[in-house]
């Protein structure tokens, strides 16, 4: 039996420590967090976070070998054989690097207290998304114990989406292991691909060095990003040429060497990782004086604020230049679908914009609504929060759709619309209703890289 220990008990945390246990029956799992609320949820019925497929996980093995704790977190590290470390590492917002770096404050108290606690040689392994070459102030820190104790460190990039977490996890694209090419190095990286090769191929079980694997998902990210960037800044260009986004994404998506996936124009991309890593990339190429490089990177991000930005304006103008003192129905609060994550929300975005322009904004959304209040602060006190859409369109002027929950594409718009005021406006920050048949039911129908349909003269 192998002790696992994951330290952080979040959005990654949970769900691939979950997994992690059902496919290792003989290993015990523990996963520790120093928010105690966030531990008595996983220890519950009303998990902290939702995701689809989560709850049969946690269902098969908690109790068995995968347990929750918020106390004794330095017991639990002695104990432990192979440390996972999924802290947060948010953007910094003070001192050098503001509002670029990663702050690692959270990551370096990890590293100190497993020093603290440990009597024996462990595995720590990077879960966490870090810049590169942190692992090697990590070693640093953990080999300067006074008990002449030697820890390995590991890069284990997370990959899984949220919204399809389990999937991710259940059957990787690939799983990525970076460590030191010394023999304890390799023995470690090899423990590592033993819990992972309970479940997953070992061909789709990539090994690198250290750098490598810090790096990668570092790339991976800004990769993904760029696409989305890329086919946004497409879809302005169709706004005014009456190019359609999703044909030209077709178009281009089939060629094999692009291929079709992630090709979607949206209001924008969030999330909590995608600006926090692109902009952590954007300092680290600073830092290393390749401003050509950060440029390029950056400007990811800028497309990104520049089509949230569009997004609110392109409302504004269509709405004869005002929205003071209207009803607008917001139709999601999450980033994406299948989550109840506010963070980074393009929702929230275009939330903030319409109350800077005074208009009475009522939010909807399947699960996200708590965590939308909590991540809009103070903004939140000039928000309606409603659960049924129907009830937040009632008497608004507009609905703006900003999360492509599917429950949205199914919703009855004839008695929507006859519940608006007139005119009646649709955004679709997703594009995903049926734009034809609402323009044909009476609505002006605003698209992200698509014509407006309007009956109004332009
Ligand atoms: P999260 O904020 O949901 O969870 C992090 C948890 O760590 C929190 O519950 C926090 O209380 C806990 N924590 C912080 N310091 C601690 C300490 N000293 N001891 C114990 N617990 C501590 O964050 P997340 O979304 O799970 O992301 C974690 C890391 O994984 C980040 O680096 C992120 O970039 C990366 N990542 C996230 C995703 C994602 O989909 N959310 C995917 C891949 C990688
Ligand atoms: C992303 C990556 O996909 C994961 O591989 C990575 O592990 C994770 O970040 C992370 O490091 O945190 P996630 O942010 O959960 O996962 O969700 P995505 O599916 O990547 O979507 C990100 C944002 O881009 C969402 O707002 C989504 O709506 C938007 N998006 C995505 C588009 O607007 N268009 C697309 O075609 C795809």
Redesign the pocket.
């Known amino acids: 039996m192998t002790n696992i220990l994951c330290?952080?008990?979040?959005?990654?945390?949970?769900p691939t420590m979950a997994v992690v246990a059902k496919h290792c029956p003989e290993h015990r799992v523990v996963v520790?967090?120093?928010?105690a609320a966030?531990i008595a949820a996983w220890q519950s019925d009303q998990l902290p976070?939702y995701e689809p497929g989560l709850e049969d996980v946690i269902r098969c093995a908690r109790g068995r070998n995968l347990f929750f704790s918020a106390t004794d977190?330095g017991r639990h590290i002695a104990e432990a054989d192979i440390i996972f470390v999924?802290?947060?590492?948010p953007t910094k917002t003070f001192g050098q690097g503001a509002g670029k770096a990663a702050d690692l404050q959270?990551w370096e108290?990890?590293a100190r207290?497993i020093m603290e606690n440990s009597s024996s040689p462990k595995i720590v392994v990077e879960?966490?998304?870090?810049p590169v070459r942190t692992a090697h102030a990590m070693e640093r820190i953990l080999n300067s114990n006074n008990n002449g104790l030697h820890f390995d460190v590991v890069s284990n990039?997370?990959?899984?989406?949220?919204g399809t977490?389990i999937r991710d996890m259940e059957d990787p694209d690939r799983v990525l292991i970076g460590g030191r090419e010394t023999p304890s190095g390799q023995r470690a990286v090899q423990a590592i691909v033993d819990i992972y090769a309970h479940w997953v191929d070992r061909e789709r079980i990539i090994t690198t060095n250290l750098w490598s694997s810090e790096l990668s998902?570092l790339a991976a990210n800004a990769f993904l990003a760029q696409r989305v960037s890329s086919i946004n800044a497409i879809s302005a260009l169709c706004e005014k040429t009456e190019a359609d986004v999703a044909e030209v994404a077709h178009a281009i998506g089939t060629d094999s060497r692009i291929g079709p996936r992630f090709l979607r124009a949206s209001v924008g991309f969030g999330?909590?990782?995608f600006k926090?890593?692109i902009l952590n990339l954007v300092y680290l190429c600073e830092c290393y004086g390749l401003y050509e490089v950060a440029a390029y990177w950056e400007q990811v991000v800028t497309m990104n604020d520049y089509q949230q930005a569009r997004f609110v304006s392109d409302m504004v103008t269509a709405m004869f230049n005002t929205v003071a003192g209207k009803r607008i129905a917001l139709f999601g609060a999450a980033f994406k679908a299948n989550t109840s994550?506010t963070?980074e929300s393009p929702a929230l975005a275009v939330c903030r914009a319409l109350l800077e322009e005074r208009a009475v904004v009522v939010m909807s959304d399947p699960y996200a609504l708590d965590n939308a209040r909590a991540d809009l602060g103070e903004a939140a006190e000039g928000v309606v929060f409603e659960p049924d859409p129907y009830a937040a369109a009632e008497g608004a002027h507009a609905i703006a759709v900003l999360t492509e929950w599917p429950q949205f594409a199914e919703l009855d718009y004839e008695a929507l619309h006859a519940s608006m005021v007139k005119p009646a406006f649709i955004f679709d920050g997703r594009n995903i209703l049926d734009h034809r048949a609402l323009f044909a039911m009476g609505f002006n129908v605003y698209a992200v890289g698509r014509p407006p349909l309007t009956s109004f003269a332009s």
């Open positions: 330290i952080g008990a979040g959005y990654v945390g949970g520790v967090d120093i928010n966030k976070i977190i999924s802290v947060n590492t959270y108290k990890t207290q879960k966490s998304t870090l990039p997370e990959f899984l989406a949220e977490a998902k999330g909590s990782c926090k890593d994550d963070r």
